[in-house]
């Protein structure tokens, strides 16, 4: 049973443009989320996250939003660039530290020069 | 920023052998340690959860006498395939966590194939 969803196996955005990224959870107790990005053949690299205290965390070009009664979250990149094509996992946690995350199958993002 | 080192990146050996790979925290001290399979396709599978100094947390259905772990530092922990079989061939992903509030740090991942 999947805790964590992307419904989204892809998507292709042109450069310049936003790229928007969805990830839903089922598990109520989750309360910390992020966002890793994975290049081919190297692991998963933290890219950003939010506590269930927020609703939106915001680093440089990569917003991610947080709709607790929706159990929705999105990471929006803009402006999008070439070198952003990547696999995308969103991941969840019940504790901000100790536990064990629950990912995504990811989103592969492609950035169309 | 915090690295965590994985190694060997690749290896490819025959069927019986038993691989040790290394998972290092370079800058911190990582109190726990997490192990993942990746399967084509398919997201990190945690194989089991390391903290220092004492007996890994093994997933169900992850055979702890086959992927032995040993957290023997705080910025060090082995993961070994004991007697490896082509159908452990994967690729093996280690993270680690820096502490209260901060997010796991993976290492670039360890691709074995055994033939």
């Known amino acids: 049973d999947q805790q964590v969803k992307q419904n989204s196996p892809s998507l292709s955005v042109q450069e310049g443009r936003i790229s928007i990224l969805n990830c839903d959870y089922t598990?109520?107790?989750?309360?910390?989320f992020l966002w890793y990005k994975k290049y081919p053949a190297e692991g998963p690299t933290f890219l950003i996250s939010?506590?269930?205290?927020?609703d939106k965390n915001e680093d440089g070009r990569f917003t991610v939003f947080l709709n607790k009664s929706a159990k929705h979250l999105s990471l929006h990149i803009v402006p999008s660039q070439p070198g952003d094509s990547a696999v995308y996992f969103c991941?969840?946690?019940?504790?901000?530290?100790?536990?064990?995350?629950?990912f995504g199958t990811g989103t592969r993002l492609a950035v169309r020069p | 920023g915090a690295v965590v080192s994985q190694h060997p990146s690749r290896v490819i050996c025959k069927s019986g052998t038993s691989v040790k790979i290394e998972c290092r925290s370079l800058?911190?001290?990582?109190?726990?340690m997490f192990w993942y399979r990746q399967f084509p396709k398919k997201s990190l599978m945690l194989m089991a959860t390391?903290?220092?100094?004492?007996?890994?947390?093994?997933e169900q259905g992850v055979e702890k006498d086959k992927f032995l772990i040993n957290h023997a530092s705080l910025t060090l922990s082995t993961l070994t395939v004991t007697s490896a079989h082509p159908e452990d061939s994967s690729f093996y992903i280690c993270?680690?966590?820096?502490?209260?509030?901060?997010?796991?740090?993976f290492g670039d991942g360890t691709r074995l194939s055994i033939l």
């Open positions: 598990n109520s107790m989750f309360d910390y």
């Open positions: 991941a969840a946690s019940a504790q901000s530290s100790g536990d064990k995350l629950t």
């Open positions: 800058d911190f001290q990582a109190t726990t």
């Open positions: 939010i506590s269930s205290i927020k």
């Open positions: 390391s903290n220092e100094g004492s007996k890994a947390t093994y």
């Open positions: 993270s680690a966590e820096q502490g209260a509030d901060q997010p796991q740090h």
